[in-house]
Structures are given as C-alpha cells and as structure tokens.
C-alpha cells in the first residue's frame, strides 16, 4: 500500500498579493522558505522515502528543502504543475473584473480545464504506485491541482477547502479505494507562529 502526502508549497509574494500565479515561475518569499524548513523539521519525525516535485520554483524550492533534510530522492515532474491560468495569471480578482467584467469566468481565457488536471495528476499518481509500491511519498504540488486532483481520487473527500501553504494532506489505497487520513494540517506553522 503506497502512501502519498500531498504537501501545497510555501507561500510566495503572489500569494500575499492575492494574485493567480497559474504556471507563472514565482518564487518563495522569505516566509515560504521559513514554511518549508518548519515542514521538513515535521517530517524528520516521519518515515518517507522519496518527494516528487512540480518543476515551478515555488514548489521545487520547498520540496528540495525537505529532501535535502532528510536524506531521501527528489524527483521533477512538470505534471505536478500548477493550473495553467492563461490570461488571468499575474491578476487579482479586481483586476479580472476591470478587465473582463463580473462574469471573466465566462470568457476563453486560455485556463486549463478541470479534466486536464485531473488526467495529467492521475497519470503521475499511478506512476508514483508503480514505482513505490508500499511506500510514503511526498508530492509537493499547488493548491489548484491539489484541491482538483484530491476528490477524483478520494470518492468521499466532499467540498473543497483552501489549501494553506505548506499544508499536509495524507492519502492512502485501501482495497483499490483512497482514502484520507489527514486534510489540509499545518501544525508545523504553530511552532514557529508563520
């Protein structure tokens, strides 16, 4: 039975700002890279054996930081990416309706669909099985394709909620099922008040 831990990645200055970052390469801001070290203390008391890692460097920052600490594999896997946004990436909600008016989610904006995200992040998962069998392994990914993948695998995940940054999500096959053992935890960031 293979274990997966999705992990979203710190938080970058896109994210304070409110803006859709989508593929766009932003980076951690100092506080994502406090998350991500504060992460990786949490997981030296866990058993893991390898992280995979969108190839943005939001992501890659903070899952090449939990590596690093503990010792084990990281793999790049663009397939781990974020949503592509189109034209909204580098916008905020104001600027959405400045530009495209209270209805934007009605026009061809060059956004990638639900079932793109779904398709290329189930490939990757099964993939993942298939080289890790019985193994606990991290995903470190984006909120977007996080929250889009989770009900596709887990029939009774139920409605999404905002995925934090640097937040732990723990699924595991049971019988051919998925199921979840942990949502969306960020108890790392209490002990470091981030």
């Known amino acids: 039975m293979t274990t997966i ?20 390469d932003i980076p951690l801001n100092e506080t994502g890279r406090a998350q991500a070290r504060a992460l990786a203390e949490r997981f030296r008391n866990e058993s893991w ?44 909600e104001e600027d959405r309706i400045r530009m495209w008016g209270e209805d934007w989610r009605e026009f061809e904006l060059g956004i990638e669909t639900e079932e793109s995200m779904i398709s290329r992040g189930t490939e990757l998962v099964k ?20 929250s889009t993948l989770l009900p596709a695998l887990v029939s009774n995940m139920g409605e999404r909620q905002h995925l934090h940054n640097t ?26 008040n981030l």
Not at 7 to 22: C, E, P, Y
Not at 127 to 146: F, K, N, T, W
Not at 167 to 190: G, P
């Open 127 to 146: 993939e993942v099985c298939q080289r890790h069998p019985g193994q606990r392994v991290l995903l470190v990914s984006h909120g977007a394709l996080i």
């Open 49 to 92: 054996d390898a992280v995979y890692a969108s190839d943005l460097s939001r992501a890659k920052e903070t899952a090449e930081t939990i590596a690093d600490a503990l010792g084990i594999p990281l793999f790049i896997d663009e397939r781990l990416r974020e949503k592509g946004c189109g034209k909204i990436e580098g916008t905020t």
């Open 167 to 192: 937040s732990v999500t723990l699924i595991r096959k049971l019988d051919e099922q998925w199921v979840c053992d942990l949502y969306n935890c960020r108890r790392h960031l209490d002990a470091v």
């Open 5 to 24: 831990g999705w992990v979203r990645h710190g938080i970058t200055d896109w994210n304070v700002a409110k803006k859709a970052q989508g593929q766009t």
